[in-house]
């Protein structure tokens, strides 16, 4: 019975990435690894759609998270944070912890912030940075970054956007550049293809200039400041995770070969064929803005996460399930990197026997 993992983190990894994985370790401090990280340098910043260099902190997505906000806002800084889900809410938490003063904006699950709504937040107050997840893994909901960030952009031209892209980079339509994203920040193990390990940030120039400002950052091994002199000279400021990074090279050279439109496009049509399917068992997704990277679908009345466990034991494919309110009322079902629509059509076709068998 060959094994699904498909969960929203960590991916399923491209067997030429487990064979990079599998190399000799070099030392990092060779032209060797240099070459290395220059490729992947490279490649982050299309994946980014961005010019600016990208951080590679070797750490989870929490720690990359944490770094742009202690990095960037100095303590007193006025924060609004969008309060999506559980990862945007432990975002707010996060700038809160290292001084800022955070307005949290909350949104009911399976609902995200519009431009308009952003607009009249904006209204209500002025604020150094906004913090947005721009697809909220624990409900399955992204929002329109490219119109929100306008909406910004014209209503509070001086305020950062910090965008969370964990599970949208290399997933779904995102241009750091084009949209005047000023913080933008995802991990290896969702799109990226790799196991979990490095965490990515990017910065404006604006972000930068914020950057500078802030004398006294809460950090040491997380001050960005560190990556950013290390990338001029084709390094990292600690020891990285060398086999990760090998990886990634690996993988990012498989979403170049692609094309990151094919990628985006691929993605769209595994989740809106899982999202039809799950329609024709009967079931309903939790999110009215469905984000394309992963899709929550509800358990009908009289299911709970037993279906999951069947799922894994029966069929061999590993869904992640709700978390905090809505846990055991949701599972959760990637559609990010090394999959295709053979995974989609198995996990449609387990869960109609398993949905039989249980309603029996």
């Known amino acids: 019975m060959p094994y699904r993992l498909m969960t929203p983190g960590p991916t399923s990894v491209p067997p030429e990435v487990l064979a990079a994985l599998a190399e000799p370790v070099v030392h990092h401090r060779t032209p ?108 399955a909901t992204a929002c329109d970054l490219a119109a929100v960030a306008k909406a910004i952009r014209e209503q509070a031209p001086e305020t950062l956007i910090f965008a969370d892209g964990i599970t949208s980079i290399g997933a779904l339509p995102f241009d750091m550049d084009d949209w005047g994203i000023d913080v933008a920040v995802t991990a290896s193990q969702k799109a990226l293809m790799v196991p979990p390990g490095l965490g990515y940030v990017a910065l404006s120039a604006r972000a930068w200039a914020a950057a500078d400002r802030n004398k006294r950052p809460a950090a040491f091994y997380l001050d960005l400041k560190r990556y950013r002199a290390a990338n001029r000279k084709s390094d990292t400021p600690w ?77 061999g494919i590993q869904l992640a399930g709700g978390q905090d309110e809505l846990a055991g009322q949701i599972f959760r079902v990637n559609h990010m990197g090394y999959t295709d629509m053979d995974d989609v059509h198995a996990c449609l076709a387990a869960a109609e026997q398993v949905l039989a068998k249980l309603r029996r």
């Open 239 to 315: 020891t990285p995770a060398i086999p990760l990074v090998k990886g990634q090279a690996v993988a990012l050279r498989l979403i170049r070969q692609q094309g990151l439109e094919s990628v985006w496009r691929s993605t769209r049509e595994r989740a809106e064929a899982l999202r039809q399917g799950m329609g024709g068992l009967g079931l309903s997704l939790l999110s009215g803005q469905p984000a394309d990277s992963v899709t929550a679908v509800r358990y009908p009345e009289g299911i709970d996460d037993g279906f999951r466990k069947l799922l894994a034991a029966e069929h």
């Open 32 to 139: 060797e690894f240099q070459a290395i990280l220059e490729e992947v340098q490279e490649g982050l910043r299309y994946v980014f759609q961005t010019q600016h260099d990208v951080c590679i902190v070797t750490a989870s997505g929490t720690a990359a998270l944490e770094a742009a906000v202690v990095s960037v806002l100095a303590p007193g800084s006025r924060v609004l944070s969008i309060d999506s889900g559980r990862f945007a809410r432990r975002w707010g938490q996060m700038a809160r912890t290292f001084g800022s003063e955070v307005t949290d904006a909350g949104f009911e699950p399976g609902t995200h912030v519009t431009p308009d709504a952003m607009s009249a937040l904006l209204k209500e107050g002025t604020y150094h940075a906004v913090l947005i997840t721009h697809s909220e893994t624990s409900t």
